[in-house]
């Protein structure tokens, strides 16, 4: 009898031994990756160092892809601008595109763009392990009001107001629903601009997601954007060759806003309104079209 029972015995040893290892293995993975995402959490592990080495070993073994980089994004991010003061103001980008790619790169200083200005990312970003260390090391400012109005008081502000969403809907700007910035703008007293990116989403597309799955980012203003991978080839391609056609972001003339401590609801919804209507305006004087305001 045992000896009819033994092979089956020894498989069952080595199949528990298995499935031992197989637990401890998973056990000591997530407590390995709760350890590591604390210390990244609290600032003890930090990756600017490893990228700042990586940026000093392309400078020194890559310095004319760089400067090629440069020079194609120059060429290819183009600005036509009014005349501005030297006063602040909220540079208010249409569409908001993948990766808002225009303001971006605008933001960067890699372009023509001559107004001192910082640029906003979702702040939802910065749930992401060292996205606060990107974050502080491209200047950029968190959509979270406290902080947008605060840079005010030293900088401008460039801003995407239409969010990830605005990515779902080519030729419209979501503004209907948007009041922050509105009441940012009056609280502060600063001007608003309009700056249309021309061609910004035929350089930037999304792979299609079914739309009830993009319905459930909804109520976090968000959307799942996966980029496709001919928009990551334009970009790439730029440290070979400028663009095909270039993206041109047309700046319209300020807003004045006359400041106010306490804005009421009439006064946020009339300002969104002489926005959106100069808005639609630029958007039709520059592509013949008719912007579409959700």
Not at 177 to 186: D, Q, Y
Not at 220 to 232: E, H, Q, R
Request: aromatic fraction near 10%; charge should be neutral.
């Amino acid at each position: 009898m045992l000896d009819i029972l033994f092979p089956f015995s020894y498989f069952g040893i080595c199949l528990g031994f298995l499935i031992g290892i197989g637990i401890t293995a998973v056990c000591f993975g997530f407590l390995s990756a709760g350890i590591i995402l604390l210390f990244v959490s609290i600032g003890m592990i930090r990756i600017m160092p490893l990228i700042n080495l990586c940026k000093r070993f392309v400078n020194g073994v890559l310095p004319d892809s760089l400067a090629t980089f440069k020079e194609n994004v120059r060429e290819s991010f183009k600005i036509q601008a009014s005349e501005l003061s030297d006063e602040k103001y909220i540079f208010m980008w249409h569409p908001h595109g993948v990766f808002a790619t225009s303001m971006f790169f605008h933001m960067s200083g890699l372009t023509e763009w001559s107004h001192p200005s910082k640029g906003t990312a979702f702040n939802g970003l910065l749930w992401l392990p060292f996205m606060g260390e990107f974050f502080e090391e491209l200047g950029a400012v968190p959509t979270e009001y406290h902080a947008m109005k605060k840079t005010l008081e030293t900088s401008s502000l460039s801003v995407a107001p239409g969010g990830m969403r605005e990515m779902l809907y080519p030729g419209s700007a979501i503004l209907l629903k948007r009041r922050g910035v509105f009441k940012m703008a009056l609280e502060t007293g600063t001007s608003l601009v309009p700056v249309i990116s021309v061609g910004e989403n035929a350089l930037c597309q999304i792979v299609e997601i079914p739309s009830w799955i993009q319905d459930l980012f909804a109520p976090y203003d968000a959307c799942i954007c996966i980029p496709t991978m001919k928009s990551l080839m334009k970009l790439i391609s730029l440290f070979v060759r400028p663009l095909k056609d270039p993206v041109v972001s047309v700046m319209g003339k300020p807003i004045v806003v006359e400041k106010k401590e306490a804005p009421s609801e009439k006064d946020i919804a009339d300002l969104r309104s002489r926005y959106i209507k100069e808005l639609k305006e630029l958007y039709k004087k520059e592509t013949g079209e008719t912007l579409e305001i959700r």
